[in-house]
């Protein structure tokens, strides 16, 4: 009796572990289909941060330029202060898609002041731009230090600082 109750746990622990195995076996599969799936989400997600940087790359953004001081017109202000700020007599004049304030309008003087981004129409006058501003910059006006930056996705920045 001892020998068949013996070969009937034994048959029943081959078939837990054929159970087991199996489930393995489809456990390891799903997990090779996760990580290919990760790396596809991680190639996509470089093109994406790369789509992102190119659509931006006739974007630049000033810093520190006190705030309201561009009035309500800021490409005007732009076409008027970077020429005397950066020494640079461009081709023509600077033409923007758009430039404006980021951020919140700020009351308060003493804050530190949201940055403006202009995109230019021409990507020679931003890179000229941002060419000199590299060399020379930080620029002075009116006895506050002005930055001028290229605009970049926030993950690219991420991966510099």
Known sequence: METKSMRLDIAAFQS?????????TTME???HTVLDR???LLYLCSKL???????????????L???HVEGTDTPSFLRAALP???????????????AHRLGLKRQEVTSRPGPINACFLRHGQAHQLLLVARVHGP????????RIAAD???KTVGMFF
């Open 152 to 154: 970049f996705s926030k």
């Open 29 to 31: 599969d799903h997990i």
């Open 65 to 67: 330029f006190l705030e």
């Open 49 to 63: 941060t790369d789509l992102e940087d190119r659509s931006r790359r006739d974007n630049v953004c000033f810093f």
């Open 84 to 98: 005397k700020l950066t020494d640079i007599t461009f081709d023509s004049s600077l033409q923007f898609q758009r």
């Open 38 to 40: 990760d790396q596809d």
């Open 139 to 146: 620029f002075r006006a009116d006895g506050y230090e002005i």
């Open 16 to 24: 837990r572990v054929t159970g087991l195995e199996h489930r393995m």
